[in-house]
């Protein structure tokens, strides 16, 4: 009997379901398990019930947007140190100021997620991202 290699899962939070399609197509092909949700509220849900290795989350959604559960996991013990891509057709100087300006009002600052990318992203972006992440997380000095 052959032992079934272990994927890792990959959490993608978007509203756009081509965008689901397209990250869990790519994460399949790129010896991943992708899970999906299709807003901030699911998402959260499914971080605590799934346990990804990593999550890719889309900025601007309705109701529980993508920056308020980005936020929710930086201030969990638990679920902080999970890595993070941000996807957005906004750029990253306005993802940047949002943030910035947010954690005043809020009082605390948030370091920011491993990576910003706009949409669409380039496929082999966003594996390699995931692969440079995932590996430099789990050696000794990472």
Do not use: W
């Not at 308020?68 to 940047?96: A, E, G, H, N, W």
């Amino acid at each position: 009997m052959v032992k079934k290699e272990k994927r890792p899962k990959i959490l993608v939070v978007d509203d756009d379901p081509d965008m689901r399609i397209f990250f869990s197509a790519l994460l399949k092909t790129g010896g991943f398990h992708p899970i999906v949700a299709g807003n901030g509220k699911e998402g959260l849900d499914k971080v605590k019930k799934e346990n990804p290795a990593f999550i890719i989350i889309d900025v601007p959604m309705p109701d529980n947007g993508g920056m308020q559960m980005y936020r929710c996991l930086k201030q969990d013990k638990t679920l902080c140190c999970i890595p993070v891509i941000m996807v957005s057709t906004i750029d990253q100087q306005t993802f940047t100021h949002y943030q910035k300006t947010k954690g005043v009002r809020l009082g605390h600052d948030i370091s920011g997620p491993e990576a910003f990318l706009e949409k669409p992203p380039e496929a082999a972006e966003v594996l390699d991202l995931i692969r440079e992440t995932l590996t430099r997380s789990m050696s000794p000095n990472g």
